[in-house]
């Protein structure tokens, strides 16, 4: 059986497991929000920390706060900034508004852990030393601590899901390059088309990756203006004047981030439009991944009764009824994940709108989806990019065969025969089963030697108008 403590706080006791560094508040946001058993991710934890560490740093430094307690919440800080007491953050993300309860969770096990670093127990019935809210939240309020944590954590993971993006841009260049030279009959609403390259589809799925990248960096951008030290409504009270100024000069040294200043404090506490910027480019990011999945989907269907020009790696068997049935799951998991960061971005927009007058409480669901939205994304494409895009094999023949048999080849007959009488040769084609270049060379349209330049589908794959003349 779990052995208790009791804690106190303002509404009176509460029993807390004995060996938790959280306390009252902590506790009573679980036995309130037993929702949906999730925790807080790492970069919350990480940034929320991160935060208190650098708060009693300034304030120490201010002479508001006691060296020595200042230099204990450090310490203890420093220790859930490297993933020592994770355990110990309990709250569900879904909880009152604003992340009160994330704000105090931090609090209580930073100042309990600080304490126990200057010689008081965890359960011992000493006074201890260090305050979670008179010490450790000092200067600060729920209210600019998680938007500045939600900055903080994407800023944090910004890199690593960057170098993923790229990785995958990188793979597609690659085969690109290697697949320039197969020519295949390109489709427009999933009908033939005139011909394109494999290597042109291919590296245009490269670009619409690099261009997301470029997207979801500039998005990024607005995230490093943090309103910290506008404590409750955005005035600053309870905070020393160079407190602000000073928090984002710390925060950038711990972290190794570019940060600035919030040149309106109001505006930082009531909108949350940087969020919903910086969303939405994941998003845009999300929406291209999964139609890319989708059309190797198309491209990989088969192997007998489909498209099949591309073949997918045989990672896992594909059914379990069917003997030797290997399907495209890497493209399957995609478009499942990034469906999911989509819904999570239409849960960060609804919240941001949310907000009223000095404050958003929807700040809580805010920050973990966001995070959830990068998890996600930078995991699923690693996936999909070491597991499908690498191994991706190009079927020449089958590519090339469904070109032979396309009519949409008389396309490049227009300049010379004309749109009206290309119809009757590509109607004609269908119905006869016979090739373009014998009907135009066989009712005289063109000669064989300046149909056979005409038709040829490499050219047509580099744009241009014929200069030749029809006959006939």
């Known amino acids: 059986m779990t052995e208790y403590r009791i804690e106190k706080d303002t509404l009176g006791e509460v029993r807390v497991p004995i060996d938790a560094y959280y306390a009252a508040q902590t506790q009573r946001a679980v036995d309130n929000f037993n929702v949906s058993g999730l925790k807080p991710y790492r970069a919350f934890i990480w940034s929320m920390a991160t935060i208190k560490r650098a708060a009693a740093e300034v304030n120490r430094d201010l002479g508001l706060l006691d060296a020595k307690l200042a230099d204990a919440i450090i310490q203890a800080a420093d220790e859930v900034i490297a993933g020592k007491w994770d355990a110990h953050f309990v709250v569900d993300p879904f909880q009152a508004g604003a992340g009160t309860s994330h704000n105090m969770n931090t609090n209580e096990v930073i100042a309990n852990r600080a304490s126990e670093i200057l010689g008081v127990a965890l359960n011992s019935p000493d006074k201890k030393p260090v305050n979670p809210n008179d010490h450790v939240n000092m200067a600060q309020s729920t209210n600019d601590t998680i938007p500045t944590a939600l900055r903080l954590g994407a800023l944090w993971k910004l890199d690593e899901l960057i170098a993923t993006m790229q990785h995958c841009a990188t793979e597609f260049r690659k085969k690109a390059v290697e697949w320039d030279d197969i020519v295949k009959s390109g489709r427009t609403h ?36 943090l309103g910290i030290g506008g404590t409750a409504t955005g005035s600053g009270i309870n905070a020393h004047p160079k407190y602000h100024e000073n928090m984002v000069t710390v925060l950038s040294q711990l972290t190794g981030l570019v940060l600035y200043p919030s040149d309106d404090l109001f505006e930082s506490m009531q909108s949350h ?28 269907s088969g192997p007998t009764t489909g498209l099949g020009e591309l073949t997918c790696p045989p990672v896992q068997p594909g059914s379990s009824i069917m003997p030797g049935k290997v399907n495209p799951v890497l493209a399957e998991m995609l478009n499942q994940a990034m469906f999911h960061v989509m819904g999570n971005d239409h849960a960060i927009t609804l919240g941001a709108q949310a907000g009223q007058l ?39 023949e089958k590519a090339e065969s469904w070109l032979l048999k396309n009519p949409i080849l008389v396309t490049a007959l227009n300049p010379v025969i004309g749109y009206e009488m290309g119809a009757k040769v590509a109607k004609k084609s269908l119905a006869e089963n016979r090739t ?31 200069d030749i003349k029809g006959g006939g």
């Open 190 to 225: 999933l009908q033939d088309a005139v011909p394109v390259r494999l290597g042109q589809e291919v590296g245009a799925w490269a670009k619409a990756i690099e261009r997301n990248i470029e997207k979801v960096k500039m998005a990024a951008e607005g995230l490093r203006r």
């Open 273 to 300: 439009q940087d969020a919903v910027f910086f969303s939405g480019a994941l998003r845009s990011a999300a929406q291209d991944f999964s139609r890319i999945a989708s059309d190797i989907r198309l491209l990989s």
């Open 436 to 466: 373009l270049l014998d009907i135009v060379v066989s009712d005289g349209l063109l000669g064989e030697e300046e149909a056979r330049k005409v038709l040829d589908a490499r050219a047509m794959t580099e744009g241009g108008v014929s």
């Open 358 to 396: 000095e404050l958003n409480v929807m700040m809580p669901i805010m920050a973990h989806n966001l995070n959830e939205m990068m998890i996600v994304m930078n995991g699923a494409v690693r996936a999909f990019t070491d597991k499908l895009v690498v191994g991706l094999v190009a079927n020449r």
